[in-house]
């Protein structure tokens, strides 16, 4: 364990010292993620701002708000920590060039899941904080201590949950030469997760809790940190967390097995 931790040190190193490098792209990259995040925001200004529309059964404006805020912070950990490692795992793929990794005296997967970073995606983090701080002025309380602690164990599950679906996705690649087309409906399926899964009709609220678990990303930790989410969801939850990485994990090593190199 200390091995692997003292390469994940020296993975975010490498990407601070490129991000240092390059600085005014880190500055430009973001003030447009910062923008790009405000957009997430608008649609509840959209629903809410109408006193005639009903708005969202089950939540109001700042119980909406938090769920927001979670989709911001875990759109900053796909696009910060997931995206970039795993999508040079495709082009290594494309190329024959995963011998290079494969070769290595560490496990595969974990070298292609921490060889990138954008580290400028830490504002998610900040814009985050801010939305859960407007959220619970609206709300009219601060959340207990205990529905934080939970929230936060769902945060790493949820990380768990991305990580695990996109590691599915990149392992289609040894099969299938181009996946862009999954890339980027994945990435368009996930922007639903900014909603409250209440919202969906019930066909679709079952998807995106059982077979792409969206609402275990957002909506639960949101109804954990507003201490409403039942334990048996909670424990639900971490139970299908962990069958989801075993999926990918056995998928992974399954895909590596076909992989032929440039030069086999």
Do not use: C
């Not at 957009?39 to 700042?62: C, E, K, M, N, Q």
């Not at 989709?71 to 011998?99: C, E, M, S, W, Y």
């Not at 030469?177 to 368009?188: A, C, E, G, I, Q």
């Amino acid at each position: 364990m200390g091995r692997y931790l003292g390469l994940l040190s020296r993975q975010l190193r490498t990407s601070a010292l490129l991000a240092a490098q390059y600085r005014w792209d880190f500055v430009v990259d973001g003030v447009v993620s910062l923008f790009f995040m405000a957009t997430a925001i608008v649609p509840l200004f959209v629903v809410y701002g109408d006193a005639s529309r009903p708005g969202i059964p089950g939540w109001s404006f700042g119980e909406a708000l938090v769920v927001t805020g979670w989709f911001i912070l875990l759109q900053g950990v796909l696009d910060g920590a997931v995206n970039p490692g795993l999508q040079a795992v495709i082009d290594h793929i494309r190329k024959g060039t995963l011998d290079f990794v494969l070769l290595k005296p560490a496990d595969a997967q974990f070298l292609v899941s921490t060889a990138r970073f954008q580290l400028w995606r830490v504002t998610s983090v900040v814009v985050a904080l801010v939305v859960f701080v407007i959220a619970f002025s609206r709300v009219g309380r601060a959340p207990a201590v205990l529905d934080v602690a939970a929230s936060l164990v769902l945060l790493v599950s949820a990380t768990l949950l991305l990580y695990s679906l996109w590691i599915l996705i990149v392992s289609a690649a040894f099969f299938v030469v181009k996946v862009d087309n999954l890339t980027y409906l994945f990435s368009s399926i996930f922007d639903a997760a900014r909603w409250p899964s209440s919202v969906f009709p019930n066909v679709l609220r079952f998807v995106f809790t059982f077979v792409v678990p969206l609402a275990l990303m957002t909506t639960f930790p949101a109804e954990a940190m507003l201490g409403r989410l039942e334990s048996s969801a909670l424990v639900g939850s971490l139970l299908g967390t962990l069958v989801f990485a075993a999926i990918a994990r056995w998928t992974w090593l399954k895909a590596i097995g076909h992989y032929t190199s440039a030069g086999g």
